[in-house]
């Protein structure tokens, strides 16, 4: 069975851009996450989808940062316009109804310059 | 909401040394609980995943251990090696839905 997939692995970007970050969750999964992570804030969640539809929007993040679940199978994040401080890893996770644990991508490590 | 707190955030140890890592919860309805390994440059890999009230479970190489009542849970690496080296994560979900609130996570270094 493919893992969590995620494009692309490495981005990087100058100030003021747009980027977009793509996952696919693992075949029958109803839940996507979306999560930054950084070495001085640890693990923070960007978005919660169940079955497509948003159930958590990280407040901190609301206003540049959007997440989009145009099917089961695909999730966008964009973020617009890029700022130097997003410089993280940006991972995607997701996971089956009820059973709980997440499984993660790869990640997508930005540098915005 | 949800507050989980990790300890230490650094731990160094020797080859078959035992390495414990510790986190406290503060949900008393949170039902399942997990731990993560990372290793460098790597995504999250689940470790073991816990859902009983008071739970020793054991798996390749360590030990894992849930206390409800003290709202507890550790991981313990018993006779580590160079392999073990990588940042875990201990995780904890209310069983509404499936967020998960992660501990800051516990960088350790086994050494030869």
């Known amino acids: 069975d493919a893992g969590v997939t995620q494009t692309p692995r490495h981005e990087v970007a100058e100030k003021g851009q747009t980027i977009i970050l793509k996952c696919e969750p693992v075949?029958?999964?109803?839940?996507l996450f979306w999560y930054r992570q950084t070495k001085i804030q640890g693990l923070e969640l960007l978005s919660y989808f169940r079955s497509k539809s948003l159930m958590e929007d990280g407040g901190a993040f609301k206003d540049r940062f959007k997440a989009e679940m145009l099917n089961s199978s695909f999730s966008t994040l964009k973020i617009q316009p890029t700022e130097p401080k997003d410089s993280a890893v940006y991972l995607c996770?997701?996971?089956?109804?009820?059973?709980?644990?997440?499984?993660f991508g790869p990640g997508t490590r930005l540098t915005v310059l | 909401g949800e507050q989980v707190e990790q300890r230490p955030p650094h731990l160094s140890v020797r080859e078959g040394d035992s390495a414990f890592i510790t986190c406290t919860y503060t949900?008393?309805?949170?039902?399942?609980f997990f731990w993560y390994k990372q290793e460098p440059g790597a995504s999250l890999q689940l470790l073991m995943k816990v859902f009983s009230s008071t739970e020793i479970n054991e798996g390749q190489g360590f030990t894992v251990l849930l206390n409800k009542k003290d709202k507890r849970l550790s991981l313990n690496l018993t006779a580590a090696h160079p392999g073990d080296s990588a940042a875990y994560f201990c995780a904890v979900s209310g069983g509404n839905n499936n967020r998960i609130f992660f501990g800051d996570g516990t960088q350790l270094v086994v050494k030869p």
């Open positions: 996770a997701s996971s089956f109804l009820d059973y709980a644990e997440q499984f």
């Open positions: 075949s029958g999964h109803n839940d």
């Open positions: 949900d008393p309805n949170s039902y399942y």
